[in-house]
């Protein structure tokens, strides 16, 4: 049995059977869909799920009715980009402003430094401008980027369980995550940053597939001496596009890019030593890694060069204004070189002199951006070391949900007021607590542990997906854990937190739905974990939605001392 077929939820055709592949290698034809594994049931449940998460996340999504953490930065930078082309500044007490409704003279006309790339913050500029300067604008982006996630998690799920339950499971419990539901609720980048990624890795994910369906149709026939070759590899091309969008949001998709592009690349070498082809894992290096390499990294590098075509057409304003920021020092630099130059004057210079000019002007503006880029780097390598935060935390104790960051709180409600019930010794309060679901927290370490063990055990590849996620995802973030960092970062390791979870339940399941002991006992534990995390979803809602509660009612919910 390969590995592709340990999740047999589906019948295969004679005629597979009858062909020989490869040892390792998926089959040469797709197998017959029936029933509830039908796309139109795929599709049609995913979208179903997506929506429910979208009601989940746009119930009062524009309260608490005020910035909230680093809003205060991504919600103006939006609209500064989709109004003036570039980040701009804006005057003392423009928070104050926006809620009541003002946005005219609020930005000045220097840009702003910023040190996170703007894709995100162009897709909450967006949603300013259709829905409005307010909360419930610049945090509607948010809200369907998390439901569209959980629509990508259903199919990331399916292609690598090939089950559309386990797929529909995998985006169920995504939906009832807290850190999740939070993110997909307020204008932080994180929740785009996770959604771009795990739509890179799904695409990753699909090129596997795509090349080993292809080495196992190219093994009926003659093979070369280096193996058939493509050139072309559409779904990695695919996955250039969503990592470029990734990085251009956060730099830390970088991690994942070079972990699925190593993972794949070994994958391709195993698949040519299938076929005997000889010194596999250099050929593949040259005849996979370059093609893929292009098409990946490649790629990704165009889309985020594309991504500050903003900033590249005001270049200027930067050179003018931020070549010498208070991050250079840090760095032993001085001023831009670039910004020291004077800027080519193209106007009125006729066709012939302009085509010649326009590209030393494009040529001085992306060196401007590189010496941008090297500022920002020096303020989260330096600048960055002495800050401190009451809720900063260490990521090793992230996936454990250790220590939660409050987004806002509204503490000492008065009973009798505003509908607060407490008794007369007591208080009522609202906040927002960014914190994971801990039942599927907790229970995601157990799968990830487990998952190590039938990836080496069973040499599964699927069960190897979550764990180089979660490696390329979390790991990193160690060398940190001296800086000011937070627990929601870790919503780029949840996915594969819940792949893991996914693949687990498939196993407790078994192969064949026909009863058995193993399966009744595997149907029973599955079953009350997903009902744990559904209940546990229920139990923290109050305290993830900004809803009011009394104290008494708060404290129950505090589990562990560290959440207080």
């Known amino acids: 049995m390969t590995p592709e077929a340990r999740f047999p939820t589906r019948a295969r055709p004679r005629s597979e059977a009858r062909t020989p592949t490869p040892r390792g290698i998926a089959p040469a034809h797709a197998p017959e869909r029936r029933g509830l594994e039908q796309p139109v049931y795929a599709w049609g449940g995913a979208a179903l799920l997506a929506l ?9 999504i524009g309260e608490p009715s005020s910035f909230a953490f680093d809003e205060t930065y991504y919600a103006k930078h939006g609209w500064s980009l989709v109004h003036h082309g570039y980040a701009r500044s804006y005057v003392e007490g423009a928070d ?22 703007e894709v995100g913050k162009w897709l909450f500029g967006l949603g300013e401008l259709v829905f409005g300067m307010d909360p419930t604008g610049w945090r509607m982006a948010s809200a369907i980027i998390g439901s569209l996630m959980v629509l990508v998690m259903c199919r990331f799920a399916t292609r690598v369980t090939g089950s559309v339950f386990l797929g529909l499971l995998a985006g169920l419990l995504l939906s009832l995550d807290g850190l ?60 250039g596009l969503w990592f470029g969008l990734a990085v251009g949001t956060k730099w830390s998709a970088l991690y994942p890019l070079a972990a699925f592009g190593v993972w794949l690349w070994v994958s391709n070498a195993l698949a040519r030593r299938s076929l005997r082809v000889r010194w596999a894992v250099a050929r593949s290096a040259l005849v996979d890694g370059v093609p893929a390499f292009l098409h990946l990294v490649g790629v ?16 200027e304003e930067y050179e003018q204004h931020l070549s010498n920021t208070q991050y250079t020092s840090f760095g032993g630099g001085s001023q831009w070189p670039s910004a020291q130059q004077p800027d080519a004057a193209c106007d009125g210079l006729g066709d012939a002199l302009t085509s010649l000019c326009a ?23 330096e600048f960055l070391n002495d800050s401190t935060h009451t809720y900063a935390s260490k990521p090793s104790g992230w996936l454990l949900m250790a220590r939660p960051v409050g987004v806002d709180a509204q503490l000492d409600i008065k009973p009798d007021t ?15 607590l960014l914190l994971g679901n801990p039942v599927l927290w907790w229970g995601g370490c157990v799968a990830l542990l487990a998952s190590v063990v039938l990836w080496v055990g069973r ?67 599955s079953g009350a974990f997903v009902a744990a995390v559904v209940l546990a979803f229920g139990w923290f809602w109050p305290i993830w939605t900004d809803q009011l509660i009394t104290h008494a009612e708060w404290m129950r919910r505090m589990w562990l001392k560290s959440w207080i």
């Open 52 to 60: 429910f998460a979208f009601v989940l996340r746009v119930f009062r």
């Open 96 to 117: 104050a402003k926006i809620l009541t409704g003002q946005t005219d003279g609020i930005w000045l006309d220097t840009p702003e430094m910023i040190v996170h790339p």
């Open 180 to 239: 999740h539901l939070v993110l997909s609720r307020l204008a932080l980048l994180d929740i785009v940053l996770a959604f771009f990624m795990l739509l890179g890795v799904h695409c990753v994910v699909a090129d596997r597939q795509w090349f080993r369906a292809r080495v196992a149709r190219a093994a009926d026939g003659p093979v070369s001496e280096w193996g058939p070759v493509w050139l072309f590899r559409p779904w990695l091309l695919a996955a």
């Open 300 to 315: 990704a590098f165009v889309v985020y060069v594309l991504s500050w075509t903003g900033w590249l057409l005001n270049a």
């Open 359 to 381: 590209p030393a002007e494009t040529v001085q503006s992306l060196r401007s951006l590189a010496s941008y880029h090297r500022d920002v780097w020096n303020f989260h390598t």
């Open 418 to 432: 505003e509908g607060c019930e407490a008794a007369a010794d007591s208080s009522c309060l609202r906040q927002v």
């Open 459 to 525: 040499r599964d590849w699927r069960f190897g997906v979550p764990i180089v996620g979660v490696a390329s995802t979390w790991l990193p973030w160690l060398r940190y854990d001296d800086r000011t960092i937070f627990v929601f970062y870790a919503i780029t390791i949840l996915p594969f937190v819940v792949l893991a979870l996914t693949l687990c339940i498939g196993a407790l399941l078994g192969p064949t739905l026909r009863a058995s002991p193993r399966r009744t006992v595997g149907v029973v534990a």
